[in-house]
């Protein structure tokens, strides 16, 4: 049925279907994986050098984020979870079984 009503705005959905919006969560999204593939060069202008920065560590922006990055010793990642709803452990055994999913891919 989605596909019949494509052409409706996602705010007139919003408004017709007037869902119960908690506004400290993301409405679409609540996961997020990313996976950095693409080199990273250093860009070399006249007079000015540009190296990739890190992300500094903040408050989670989601429930959960996965990020990995590809590099020369293989893939690394970094873990973002909301602590309101996961605890370290929870994330622990959840990196453990995607760490266990990628070696059987492998």
Do not use: C, W
Not at 36 to 61: C, I, W, Y
Not at 91 to 96: D, K, N, P, T, V
């Amino acid at each position: 049925g989605a596909y019949a009503h494509q052409d409706i705005p996602f705010e007139k959905l919003v408004e017709q279907l007037q869902p119960q919006r908690d506004l400290s969560r993301q409405s679409l999204f609540q996961v997020m994986f990313v996976l950095q593939n693409v080199p990273h060069e250093v860009l070399e202008l006249p007079g000015l050098r540009l190296t990739p920065a890190g992300r500094a560590a903040g408050s989670a922006k989601f429930d959960l984020l996965l990020e990995l990055v590809e590099t020369d010793d293989g893939l690394r990642g970094s873990l973002g979870y909301a602590t309101d709803l996961f605890d370290r452990e929870s994330m622990e055994r959840l990196a453990g079984a995607f760490h266990l999913l990628l070696e059987g891919i492998v």
